[in-house]
């Protein structure tokens, strides 16, 4: 399948068959597709929480309100990223450029994230969301399914996972053997309403929601 019929088809799948199981080797092959998802300064600071424990997955599944992609998909991602990875051993993300490169980007990145805590929150969930686009196309063009998720209690599944105090959990990725199609796409607006040239005009606002 190529990409743009994987932009196209892809649905989120609340319904998976519990009994299929995806390969070793197909997850992996995931996963690194995930990690060539592009992040700031090169940091890499998703981290891919793979859960296959039977009785961590049912724990996890009463977080999530009982959700039932939590225990029937076939491969069950928490993505998580670390706030401090700019901070970890710094010189390992650019080792390959050239010295002048990383003379420069390395004391950069660091007046970019040091003491700045929501610059460091926002690039995880930025980071994490670029991550989980490319493994929901990925699974997509290798013929399955699967589920974004925010719908759970975060500081549950945090002590379940035993994440660490420096990191943060940013959702939830599913992936399958779907046994039910979506529903039909509820409503997609209309692109004049979500383009905007240049600037936006406050005017044209007020015009497409003059209840506002």
Request: proline fraction near 5%; hydrophobic fraction near 40%; charge should be negative.
């Amino acid at each position: 399948m190529n990409t743009l019929e994987a932009i196209k088809s892809r649905r989120s799948i609340k319904q998976f068959d519990p009994n299929f199981q995806m390969t070793s080797f197909e997850k992996e092959q995931l996963i690194s597709l995930a990690m060539l998802s592009p992040t700031a300064f090169n940091v890499q600071n998703w981290r891919f929480v793979i859960v296959s424990d039977t009785n961590l997955r049912n724990k996890i599944s009463k977080a999530a309100y009982g959700q039932p992609q939590v225990t029937d998909s076939s491969l069950l991602i928490i993505l998580c990223a670390d706030l401090e990875a700019w901070n970890k051993a710094p010189n390992r993300y650019w080792k390959n450029a050239p010295k002048e490169a990383q003379d420069y980007v390395l004391p950069v990145m660091e007046g970019y994230y040091k003491n700045n805590p929501q610059v460091q929150r926002d690039e995880a969930m930025r980071s994490c969301g670029i991550a989980a686009q490319t493994l929901m196309l990925a699974a997509k063009s290798m013929g399955y399914d699967s589920c974004p998720m925010i719908g759970f209690d975060f500081n549950e599944v945090a002590k379940l996972i035993k994440l660490p105090e420096d990191h943060v959990i940013s959702m939830f990725v599913t992936i399958g053997k779907a046994m039910k199609e979506a529903w039909n796409r509820p409503g997609q607006l209309d692109l004049n309403d979500i383009m905007v040239s240049d600037m936006f005009n406050h005017q044209d606002a007020l015009e497409q929601c003059p209840e506002c």
